[in-house]
């Protein structure tokens, strides 16, 4: 049996889509809520559907001027593991996403940015989570000092993008924006990608 192309299958999502009925909270914590809703499928059956609402987040593809890369170590506590990561936060409310990337950039490295660029947005974890996270491009980085929040502990250092690109392909770095990230900046080094510039 042949596969249908992309381009053979039916026009839009209307054969797919899940309609909510009804539905309420099950949990709600300091900035995830849980919820439960009853939905309709596409063939007029009903199923449960149980997702986490997140506010959002942002992370930051920031580079020095020699070209390596601005990193962090931190413990992330549901996987019981230290993990190499791109610096990154999630929005306060009605916080806009490059605001929230010049502050996290500042809070968790000291570092400011004279220029900015968006790169895109991703969504981590589409089946439970509605958090998506907006990627930017931080370039001509100023020092400065970190604020780190009372419970945040992280180590900041830099490394050049073919030591990320080692780290992703042995297993080193499994965090998807950081992973996403490092495939783009080598994209966009050997000039297949361009970011939005914003300022």
Known sequence: MTEKSFEDLPGGDQHLREDRISGGDIYGGIFLQMKRDTVSLPDGQEAIREYLTHPGAVAIVAVLNDGRVLLERQYRYPIAKTCIEIPAGKL?????????????LEEETGYSAKKWSFIRRIHPVISYSTEFIDIYLAEGLVPGASKLDEEEFLDV???????????????????????????????????????????
């Open 92 to 104: 306060d409310p009605n916080e806009a996403p490059l605001f929230c990337a010049k502050r996290e």
């Open 157 to 199: 250092f830099a490394a050049p993008l073919e030591r990320l690109i080692e780290w992703v392909e042995s297993g080193e770095i499994t965090d998807v924006k950081t992973t996403i990230s490092v495939y783009w900046l080598d994209r966009y080094r050997r000039g297949l990608v361009s970011p939005s510039p914003i300022e």
